[in-house]
């Protein structure tokens, strides 16, 4: 049975990857999860703040301090570094050190020139491809959805410029023109794109006037999304496309290559059901294949994606109509 696959140009044996995270905080768990089959590791995201943090930090800890008084010349007290980014470089390269599979980090970044070094700075601390994740909050009243887009765009360009290893971006779904952003980023030079970023929960307490936030789990039913986000490209883009969020079942991962996927990403599942669970869901993809008599994954990849229907559009619409028709709102 072959499911094998490539991701971001990097041959895999398999498309069940582990994504972005808490999973991959802990040398035992990452080792437990290599072992267990785990294609690739994403980690998770480093922030551009921690970096303005850190730097900050030590400039009111030491060259402030510099003239402070005249027989201070010579005194320094000891830097108070934030642990985020030192930390951060310093467990991806143990990381790389523990595991012989590909090692992706993750960058969520805030200005241009912070993108592009923080990215140069994951490069050089060993990563095999780095994640761009790619948000905007969209709270500016000021700013258009073109400029948000422009400027994301330059990200990835001014990134691929600055470092020779795979770029992918990790994309929300709330994009007026997905596919033509997707386009966009396609000539950029993206090497991968990764839908879609899961969001907090938000929620308001009405007596204590606070707000409140939380991550739930994700399940099955999370998956539609992405779906339709990968069958929309499929073949009509040249970077490699990941699915993220909503990947429970051996199942799951049949229709996310039939939809287009060459990965998919995995988080919530593992952590309901440990490290292990990986060599569950490839057991059971070989059956599926085996019962279904697909040889490999290569030859079902894409066949439910849009470039195989005449008239997407026409689709859509009357799957929406349909919708309607049934009392289904």
């Not at 400039?59 to 003239?67: A, I, K, R, V």
Request: proline letters at 4%; one cysteine or more; glycine letters at 6%.
């Amino acid at each position: 049975m072959n499911l094998t696959t490539e991701y971001l140009g990097i041959p895999l044996p398999h498309p069940l990857i582990v994504g972005a995270g808490p999973l991959t905080d802990d040398l035992d768990t990452v080792k437990q999860l290599e072992d267990a089959g785990a294609a690739a590791l994403v980690l998770r995201s480093l922030y551009e703040e921690e970096i303005i943090g850190e730097q900050m930090s030590t400039f009111f800890h030491t060259d402030s301090h510099g003239e402070s008084s005249a027989e201070a010349g010579s005194y320094f007290p000891e830097p108070e570094f934030a642990l985020g980014p030192d930390e951060y470089l310093e467990h991806l390269r143990k990381v790389k050190k523990a595991v012989s599979v590909p090692v992706i980090a993750s960058l969520n970044g805030v200005t241009v020139s912070g993108w592009t070094s923080c990215a140069r700075l994951l490069e050089q601390a060993g990563a095999d491809a780095v994640e761009l994740n790619l948000y905007n909050s969209a709270s500016d009243m000021a700013t258009s959805a073109a400029e948000v887009e422009s400027r994301m765009i330059q990200i990835v360009r001014n990134v691929k410029q600055e470092v020779t290893i795979p770029v992918a971006a990790k994309l929300s779904s709330r994009f007026t023109a997905f596919a033509n952003f997707a386009t966009q980023l396609d000539a950029a030079g993206v090497d991968g794109l990764v839908l879609f970023t899961r969001f907090y929960r938000v929620d308001i307490d009405v007596l204590e006037l606070e707000v409140l936030s939380a991550v739930d789990l994700s399940d099955s039913s999370d998956l539609e999304l992405r779906l339709k986000g990968v069958a929309v490209l499929s073949g009509r883009v040249r970077p490699s496309l990941a699915i993220t969020g909503g990947v429970h079942t051996a199942l799951d991962v049949v229709k996310a290559t039939m939809a287009g996927a060459h990965v998919t990403q995995l988080v919530s599942a593992l952590l309901k059901h440990g490290p292990n669970y990986l060599r569950t869901l490839r057991a059971q993809l070989e059956a599926w294949m085996t019962e279904n008599e697909w040889p490999s994954l290569n030859e079902i990849r894409g066949n439910m994606g849009f470039q195989r229907i005449p008239d997407p559009a026409a689709y859509e619409r009357a799957t929406f109509r349909k919708m309607f028709a049934a009392g289904g709102v």
